[in-house]
């Protein structure tokens, strides 16, 4: 597997280095023949992981060691390969713009979340961490022509290098207690010595360890108390690049402390259950306060963050939840760079009741399905979200969440009432015509959430299959 | 047998957005589907076996079936589906109207058809993004904004709280079946909360009085087509909701809160219709008059008796027919004349005899005169109320006196009197079509006046599980 990210990753940079007079010759456009080799490369490896799921042992959750240092797991093919058709999804239809190293480092990214969720040692984890961390702080600082953005990618720079630092604290501190940074071996460890009155003061060691490392790992995903850089960087970013900054860093977060480290989950539930209150009132409640699209859905995905962070040991409940948001964000997303790459006002969608009315009915069903109206998708994933947190016991997270999604749901609406009624005084009256490749991705992901009655009975029991037993 | 009630507006919405190019495609389509699926509740009716006293008879897989009440109500909906379609004829409105209203239809019908508590729930939410779109899109002035607003947001409120309770009493039962949750004996404090938030849910629909201001914006503001299926099917799904869940489940809990939702119902009844008295707005007048007249049947649902359920029942299905009649009424008003203030009016039994007599008719079935299906509706309701609580039903009689005021009031100001100055002296008086539309009204309402008993022998074997 190594051996083949090598070689995809120096043919590339050789094709890369090659001056542009040699590409005026074969090609007029550099960028659009590197992305379309990018999407190219992505389908291999899409097929490449396929091959894994016909591989007879790797069925039935069987886990796999290469090394003690790789692990594989038909769970965590089944996460890159969604993974991976997000990112294609996102190539396919947005325009990168006119860097063309853009998609180098979104293969380096790649990687570097693929060896994160594939690793079975800390050491590894932590390298592929930092990879995984460096292409995203290039991705944030590669534009540099707004002020507000080179304040907000610098701010994200150095608050999650700081973070990453506690990350790595934590795992030397999960060393010196358990004299190993294999996976495997400390869970062995915990097992043996979590709760066990034998070890009291270790239990505590080992509290503090694992929140130190959940405090790198949720920074990434803008848990409230670590939110701030999160709704200033993505306004500030490009769209097609903010789509990537919402969707991929957090489902490899999330999905990452979902497959490696949920075993210590209940011990800590104290600090999970303040963080997601926290981020549920926070990402809830500044929603009204926000004149900014990209702003508002920065906010939505905190309370959304909140929302998931709670039902992650329930894998099936957890992956069923992400792909739902997943389908909403990218769905909201790609409909605003449809209309128009470098919108960041909400006042400049109003009415796009007159200007494009099917446009109109996808957005407005999107934002019915974040307020959680059922016959939609966002109500299931909220029904299961709240089951789990009833099945728990966790009252007053329930509160929190039904008092958060009320007010929520008032403001989504308000979006709707903004796009169906006011008018709009940036871009005249006239008809917004949208690109066919986005259109038809638009329509997919709209018909997915207005008839997820039909199949979601299907998609929980798939799931179920895949994830669960 | 109860699938195709499902697959006639699927299949209607399907060939409207395929098969069809002219608006008056749309509208044949649409009406011949509708008129389809009232056939088909004829037939259901009468495969009806009510002398037994077999419950949620055409059961399919214990999913969907219906009883005595749910088979009415699945009458009012279809019976009003071709009514409001054909009522939009004029307006020449596009695809999407249509396809709006077809799909409330589908809500409403499978409300009352589902036997499953969160398909409940489904389908009671479901009806609230076309019915928003409906206010949003063909709303008449800038005030529907805030109404479309409040309709949405006191319900979703509302219903998140029933959300919970459903999770909750799925974890509890481990189903959220019907006949599931009968067998199981709820036991415990917990129960009184989980009636709370069933009844907050559903007192919203009705609605009942802290939470009702969102009712007479929604029906002021929305078209006719819109006003008449609010009062006529929305406001129907709270008091289905009563009788199914909270009054069979929960009859200790619902006997523990009687005097609450008395208080309330008898502070609604009284503030609406003295609310009627000050109004100009005659759509508003009608909404909280529905509104005195909704919490009146919930009163008699309430009372643990079985004239009064029977009675309670009863009146929604008439006051689904009465109020939507006067709601095509005024729709006809201000077709012609485009405003709904009373001080414009007067007069008209000049220029509009025939609207004159059947506003007359609707007027007096509003206000219970007897041989209309209202006077039997007040008759049984009075019965039971008097019989569980003397204090109570004296209360609840000034509806009596208070409705005939109102009512006789704007019959007086629009259809009689000098004529009005502000309107042209011309004949212009009902189409074919509007007088086709109120006609079944008209022949429904005096008909159940004189024969009742046809409906309640329907209803009458299931409103007996009511009872604790």
Same mark, same amino acid.
């Given at each position: 597997m190594i051996a083949i990210y090598g070689l995809i990753i120096s043919i590339y940079g050789i094709f890369l280095i090659l001056p542009q007079q040699l590409y005026n010759n074969y090609l007029s456009n550099k960028v659009e023949h590197i992305r379309k080799l990018t999407i190219l490369l992505y389908v291999?490896?899409?097929?490449?992981?396929?091959?894994?799921?016909?591989?007879? #042992?790797?069925?039935?959750?069987?886990?796999?060691?290469?090394?003690?240092?790789?692990?594989?797991?038909?769970?965590?093919?089944?996460?890159?390969?969604?993974?991976?058709?997000?990112?294609?999804?996102?190539?396919?239809?947005?325009?990168?713009?006119?860097?063309?190293?853009?998609?180098? @480092?979104? /293969?380096?990214?790649?990687?570097?979340?693929?060896?994160?969720?594939?690793?079975?040692?800390?050491?590894?984890?932590?390298?592929?961490?930092?990879?995984? #961390?460096?292409?995203?702080?290039?991705?944030?600082?590669?534009y540099t022509h707004k002020q507000n953005l080179i304040s907000s990618g610098i701010k994200y720079f150095l608050l999650s290098s700081f973070t990453t630092t506690l990350f790595g604290a934590g795992i030397c501190y999960l060393y010196g207690i358990t004299g190993s940074i294999n996976l495997s071996n400390i869970y062995i460890f915990i097992c043996y010595t979590l709760n066990n009155p034998m070890y009291v003061y270790t239990t505590y060691h080992l509290y503090a360890c694992f929140v130190l490392i959940f405090i790198g790992l949720l920074f990434k995903i803008a848990i409230s108390p670590f939110h701030n850089w999160a709704p200033q960087l993505y306004d500030a970013l490009p769209t097609n690049i903010t789509i990537y900054m919402i969707t991929i860093p957090k489902t490899v977060v999330l999905s990452f402390i979902c497959l490696n480290i949920s075993y210590i989950y209940y011990n800590i539930y104290y600090v999970i259950l303040f963080v997601s209150i926290l981020s549920i009132?926070?990402?809830?409640?500044?929603?009204?306060?926000?004149?900014?699209?990209?702003?508002?859905?920065?906010?939505?995905?905190?309370?959304?963050?909140?929302?998931?962070?709670?039902?992650?040991?329930?894998?099936?409940?957890?992956?069923?939840? /992400?792909? @739902?948001?997943?389908?909403?964000?990218? #769905?909201?997303?790609?409909?605003?760079?449809?209309?128009?790459?470098?919108?960041?006002?909400?006042?400049?969608? #109003?009415?796009?009741?007159?200007?494009?009315?099917?446009?109109?009915?996808?957005?407005?069903?999107?934002?019915?399905?974040?307020?959680?109206?059922?016959?939609?998708?966002?109500?299931?994933?909220?029904?299961?979200?709240?089951?789990?947190?009833?099945?728990?016991?966790?009252?007053?997270?329930?509160?929190?969440?039904?008092?958060?999604?009320?007010?929520?749901?008032?403001?989504? @609406?308000?979006?709707?009432?903004?796009?169906?009624?006011?008018?709009?005084?940036?871009?005249?009256?006239?008809?917004?015509?949208?690109?066919?490749?986005?259109?038809?991705?638009?329509?997919?992901?709209?018909? @997915?959430?207005? =008839?997820?009655?039909?199949?979601?009975?299907?998609?929980?029991? /798939?799931?179920?299959? /895949? =994830?669960?037993? | 047998m109860l699938y195709p009630l499902y697959l006639y507006p699927i299949f209607s919405i399907l060939c409207i957005i395929f098969c069809t190019r002219t608006y008056k495609q749309v509208?044949?389509?649409?009406?011949?589907?509708?008129?389809?699926?009232?056939?088909?509740?004829?037939?259901?009716?009468?495969?009806?076996?009510?002398?037994?006293?077999?419950?949620?008879?055409?059961?399919?897989?214990?999913?969907?079936?219906?009883?005595?009440?749910?088979?009415?109500?699945?009458?009012?909906?279809?019976?009003?589906?071709?009514?409001?379609?054909?009522?939009?004829?004029?307006?020449?409105?596009?695809?999407?109207?249509i396809i709006l209203l077809l799909s409330i239809g589908f809500w409403c019908n499978s409300v009352f058809i589902i036997l499953d508590l969160l398909g409940f729930y489904i389908s009671f939410e479901g009806v609230l993004i076309p019915m928003y779109l409906f206010i949003n899109l063909y709303g008449t002035r800038n005030r529907k904004v805030s109404a479309s607003?409040?309709?949405?947001?006191?319900?979703?409120?509302?219903?998140?709280?029933?959300?919970?309770?459903?999770?909750?009493?799925?974890?509890?039962?481990?189903?959220?079946?019907? *006949?599931?949750?009968?067998?199981?004996?709820?036991?415990?404090?917990?129960?009184?909360?989980?009636?709370?938030?069933?009844?907050i849910c559903l007192m919203i629909k009705i609605p009942m009085i802290p939470f009702h201001i969102w009712l007479p914006e929604a029906h002021v503001e929305s078209p006719t087509a819109g006003s008449v299926l609010l009062a006529g099917i929305l406001l129907k799904l709270g008091s289905y909701g009563?009788?199914?869940?909270?009054?069979?489940?929960?009859?200790?809990?619902?006997?523990?809160?009687?005097?609450?939702?008395?208080?309330?119902?008898?502070?609604?009844?009284?503030?609406?219709?003295?609310?009627?008295?000050?109004?100009?707005?005659?759509? !508003?007048?009608?909404?909280?008059?529905?509104?005195?007249?909704?919490?009146?049947?919930?009163?008699?649902?309430?009372?643990?008796?079985?004239?009064?359920?029977?009675?309670?029942?009863?009146f929604n299905i008439s006051h689904g027919l009465i109020s939507s009649g006067l709601f095509l009424l005024i729709g006809v008003l201000y077709d012609r004349y485009h405003t709904r203030t009373i001080l414009y009016f007067g007069g008209f039994v000049s220029i509009m005899p025939i609207f004159t007599l059947i506003f007359t008719l609707f007027t007096l079935g509003n206000i219970a005169f007897p041989g209309s299906s209202g006077f039997i509706s007040e008759f049984l309701t009075f019965i039971?109320?008097? !019989?569980?609580?003397?204090?109570?039903?004296?209360?609840?009689?000034?509806?009596?006196?208070? *409705?005939?005021?109102? *009512?006789?009031?704007?019959?007086?100001?629009?259809?009689?009197?000098?004529?009005?100055?502000?309107?042209? !002296?011309?004949?212009?008086?009902?189409?074919?079509?509007?007088?086709?539309?109120?006609?079944?009204?008209?022949?429904?309402f005096i008909f159940f006046g004189f024969f009742p008993n046809i409906i309640l022998s329907f209803i009458q074997p299931c409103a007996l599980l009511c009872i604790y």
């Open positions: 291999f490896y899409f097929l490449y992981l396929c091959k894994f799921l016909y591989m007879y #042992n790797i069925q039935y959750g069987d886990i796999y060691y290469f090394d003690g240092l790789c692990k594989i797991n038909i769970r965590v093919i089944y996460i890159e390969l969604t993974l991976l058709i997000i990112c294609l999804l996102i190539f396919i239809t947005c325009n990168m713009g006119a860097k063309s190293e853009i998609y180098l @480092i979104y /293969i380096c990214n790649m990687i570097g979340y693929t060896f994160l969720l594939n690793s079975n040692d800390m050491l590894l984890i932590f390298v592929s961490w930092e990879l995984f #961390n460096y292409t995203l702080y290039l991705l944030t600082n590669i009132i926070v990402g809830c409640f500044s929603l009204g306060h926000v004149w900014k699209i990209k702003r508002f859905l920065a906010y939505s995905s905190i309370a959304h963050v909140g929302f998931i962070l709670p039902i992650l040991p329930d894998i099936n409940l957890y992956m069923y939840y /992400i792909y @739902i948001y997943l389908i909403l964000t990218l #769905n909201i997303f790609f409909i605003i760079y449809a209309i128009s790459p470098n919108i960041s006002y909400i006042s400049s969608i #109003n009415g796009l009741y007159q200007n494009n009315f099917v446009l109109y009915l996808c957005l407005s069903f999107t934002m019915f399905s974040l307020a959680g109206i059922p016959p939609l998708a966002g109500f299931y994933a909220k029904y299961f979200a709240i089951y789990s947190y009833l099945s728990h016991y966790s009252y007053l997270l329930t509160i929190v969440a039904i008092i958060g999604s009320m007010v929520s749901a008032g403001y989504y @609406i308000s979006i709707i009432y903004n796009i169906s009624l006011k008018k709009n005084y940036v871009y005249p009256r006239y008809h917004i015509k949208i690109s066919n490749i986005s259109s038809y991705v638009i329509s997919i992901l709209s018909t @997915i959430n207005i =008839f997820f009655i039909l199949f979601h009975d299907t998609l929980f029991y /798939i799931l179920y299959i /895949i =994830f669960y037993i | 509208l044949f389509i649409s009406l011949t589907f509708s008129i389809y699926s009232l056939i088909h509740v004829y037939i259901l009716m009468l495969l009806f076996d009510h002398s037994i006293y077999n419950l949620y008879q055409f059961n399919t897989n214990n999913i969907l079936g219906i009883d005595g009440i749910s088979l009415w109500f699945i009458w009012l909906v279809n019976m009003l589906m071709p009514i409001v379609i054909l009522s939009s004829v004029k307006l020449n409105h596009s695809k999407t109207f607003y409040n309709f949405i947001l006191y319900t979703i409120c509302g219903s998140l709280l029933l959300f919970v309770t459903i999770i909750y009493l799925y974890l509890l039962v481990g189903s959220t079946n019907h *006949s599931v949750l009968y067998t199981y004996s709820y036991t415990g404090n917990i129960i009184y909360y989980l009636w709370l938030c069933f009844f009563f009788i199914r869940y909270c009054i069979s489940l929960f009859g200790v809990c619902s006997l523990y809160f009687t005097p609450l939702i008395y208080t309330i119902s008898i502070i609604g009844i009284i503030y609406s219709l003295f609310a009627c008295l000050s109004l100009w707005d005659i759509k !508003k007048i009608i909404a909280y008059s529905s509104i005195a007249h909704m919490n009146l049947a919930i009163l008699a649902l309430f009372t643990n008796d079985i004239i009064g359920i029977v009675g309670g029942i009863y039971g109320i008097f !019989k569980d609580n003397i204090f109570i039903g004296l209360f609840s009689c000034l509806s009596i006196i208070l *409705s005939p005021i109102f *009512s006789l009031w704007i019959l007086h100001k629009i259809c009689y009197g000098n004529f009005s100055n502000y309107i042209p !002296k011309l004949y212009n008086d009902l189409t074919v079509k509007e007088f086709n539309l109120l006609f079944p009204l008209i022949l429904y």
